[in-house]
């Protein structure tokens, strides 16, 4: 029973999706603060919670009302305002300012984050059911879809569009990799990254990255653990190819280093 009244929510969330991405009225545009519940204009909207910020970068949760579909592993925190009963999804997106800004509205704040963070952090979606398990990748592939990645390039590269450098992914790293990702979170299908001086995002077996812009010109040396990617002169966009196929990239946060070596 329990299963049939979970398909049929899913199957109505899936029939109301669609494409059309609406922009908030310039004059009506408000800057993003951590705390703040936004709504996300989308096709139907979707509320979504900044948790984090750094200069104009924002890490976002997607907040839901589907609230049979989105228990995983433990049963997330409970968000009311005005009527509605809001839950976190298990997973959170990188989001240029400009792009919150252009896309979404504040609705209200939530002071007491820490409960909301732990169970973003800890959540688990392995078992959790068929159709709560494709509800939850439902929707963070309609963030995907939205191709959020271009507007954030294009936030922060500018107008023009850079090429960059182009490497490629050394195969002997892909064991590697390959038994870390056995570890990552199966509840963070979010491929959009933010590590040591770089941001970026996985995109159909490529890593791009976006360096600091003061970067462009210098020697640096982009490093996966002990390992050496590249060493070379720096530019703004790096795309590193033929990145193996993984569930969740989130270790590269921590593993992947770029640095300065030198003007």
Same mark, same amino acid.
């Given at each position: 029973m329990e299963n049939n009244v979970q398909e049929i929510l899913y199957r109505n969330y899936e029939e109301s999706l669609g494409e059309e991405l609406v922009e908030v009225k310039e004059e009506e545009r408000k800057p993003p603060e951590v705390g703040q519940v936004r709504l996300f204009f989308m096709t139907p909207p979707e509320f979504v919670l900044v948790i984090n910020k750094k200069d104009n970068l924002n890490v976002i949760v997607p907040l839901t009302s589907y609230l049979q579909l989105a228990i995983t592993d433990k049963y997330p925190p409970l968000v009311k305002w005005r009527g509605y009963n809001l839950v976190p999804l298990p997973f959170w997106v990188y989001a240029n300012e400009k792009l919150?800004?252009?896309?979404?509205?504040?609705?209200?704040?939530?002071?007491?984050?820490?409960?909301?963070?732990?169970?973003?952090?800890?959540?688990?979606?392995?078992?959790? #059911? %068929?159709?709560?398990?494709?509800?939850?990748?439902?929707?963070?592939?309609?963030?995907?879809?939205?191709?959020?990645?271009?507007?954030?390039?294009?936030?922060?590269? #500018?107008?023009?569009?850079?090429?960059?450098?182009?490497?490629?992914?050394?195969?002997?790293?892909?064991?590697?990799?390959?038994?870390?990702? %056995?570890?990552?979170?199966?509840?963070?299908?979010?491929?959009?990254?933010? #590590?040591?001086n770089w941001i970026g995002v996985v995109e159909e077996g490529r890593l791009i990255l976006h360096l600091p812009k003061d970067y462009a010109g210098k020697k640096v040396v982009i490093t996966l653990g002990d390992e050496v990617i590249y060493e070379g002169i720096g530019e703004e966009v790096i795309t590193i190819e033929n990145v193996p196929e993984a569930s969740s990239y989130t270790f590269l946060e921590e593993e992947l280093s770029v640095q300065v070596l030198g003007d």
């Open positions: 919150l800004e252009k896309y979404s509205v504040p609705v209200f704040k939530i002071k007491e984050l820490d409960k909301i963070r732990d169970y973003v952090k800890t959540a688990r979606t392995a078992g959790i #059911g %068929e159709w709560r398990e494709k509800f939850i990748k439902k929707t963070a592939e309609r963030f995907k879809d939205l191709s959020l990645s271009s507007l954030i390039y294009e936030v922060v590269r #500018g107008e023009e569009a850079k090429p960059g450098i182009v490497i490629p992914f050394p195969t002997a790293l892909k064991e590697r990799i390959e038994s870390r990702t %056995e570890l990552a979170r199966a509840a963070q299908p979010t491929s959009y990254l933010k #590590g040591e």
